[in-house]
């Protein structure tokens, strides 16, 4: 099995996954940028949401940037800024590390060592998008993007809590790659402000999405999910233990693939205040 990993912050130096050694996070080395800790508040919380549900783990080390606690070799990070229609990708690079790339957007929470994306209302957007978006898409080691195909194997899990969100949040997909025209997803999976999880399954590549409630769980608090492609026909959904299965339609074929992970704001306005926050404390990318 070829195995993609970001660390959770659980990972041992001695712990094994896949037949790849888990590198144990780095020892400190810098301290949240101004930036970050302007975005984050005191001691690393976000303004106004002090006492929320927060995760401490004794491996991640908060004072370090999230490519030091997480393995980023393997995705590159779009955010919100940049020139209209042409959002600023960082890539791979600059990611990794104890002193790697961290800013307001995307930054380690210094409470818990989470890896936290920031996404508000208005921001810069794709030019298939109308909403703002910090968030990782996956990559190969060796720099190139990741696009698979159906056959196979797939597998991304994730343990996360939306720290606060407006409306809605994508907080995982997965997007076609090459193969057409078509710049949809084949899903996205949701967290709305209501607590409710839901699962977005495209109808085509023409676009048109059924949604499916998937789970519930407030606001704050910590989760899981796994989203999987099996036998190139069957995406398989778990969340917090609880599994759904929904058919791939054969419109799909010769699309390939990559997943995505962050927090995709799914409400837009002039404001830069509100938003989506996540933090993530695992995600593990596998392919066989």
């Known amino acids: 099995m070829r195995m993609r990993t970001l660390l959770t912050s659980l990972a041992t130096a001695t712990a094994v996954t896949g037949g790849l050694a888990l590198v144990a996070p780095a020892a400190p080395a810098s301290s949240l940028s101004a930036a970050a ?37 393997v995705w590159q990070l779009q955010e919100p800024v940049g020139s209209p229609g042409s959002p600023t990708t960082i890539p791979s690079s600059r990611l990794q590390g104890a002193n790697g790339f961290q800013d307001s957007y995307f930054y380690t929470d210094t409470r818990d060592g989470a890896m ?4 508000p209302e208005k921001g810069v957007t794709t030019p ?19 696009n698979w195909s159906l ?49 977005g399954t495209e109808n085509s590549p023409s676009g048109g999405q059924t949604l ?15 989203i999987a492609v099996s036998g190139g026909h069957t995406i398989d959904l778990t969340v917090n233990g609880s599994t759904t299965h929904y058919a ?21 306005s002039d404001s830069t205040t509100k938003g989506a926050r996540v933090a993530f404390y695992g995600l593990t990318v596998s392919h066989s």
């Open 212 to 226: 499916h409630t998937v789970g519930h769980v407030s606001v704050g608090k910590t989760w899981n999910y796994t």
């Open 37 to 73: 800790s302007a975005a984050a508040g005191v001691a690393g919380a976000p303004s106004g949401q002090r006492g929320t549900n927060v995760v401490s783990s004794p491996m991640a080390d908060p004072s370090v940037a999230p490519g030091g606690n997480f393995d980023l070799s």
């Open 151 to 199: 056959s196979g194997t797939h597998q991304m899990k994730a343990t996360l809590r939306v720290v606060s969100v407006t409306s809605n949040v994508c907080v995982g997909q997965i997007h076609l790659g090459t193969g057409g025209s078509s710049t949809k997803p084949l899903l996205e999976l949701y967290y709305r402000s209501s607590g409710d999880i839901v699962l």
């Open 128 to 146: 298939n998008s109308n909403y703002a978006r910090s968030e990782l898409r996956e990559m190969n080691r060796n720099g190139t993007a990741a």
């Open 248 to 268: 791939i339609p054969s419109s799909f074929d010769a699309y390939k693939q990559y997943f995505k992970a962050g927090s995709y704001n799914q409400s837009s």
């Open 116 to 119: 936290t994306f920031w996404a």
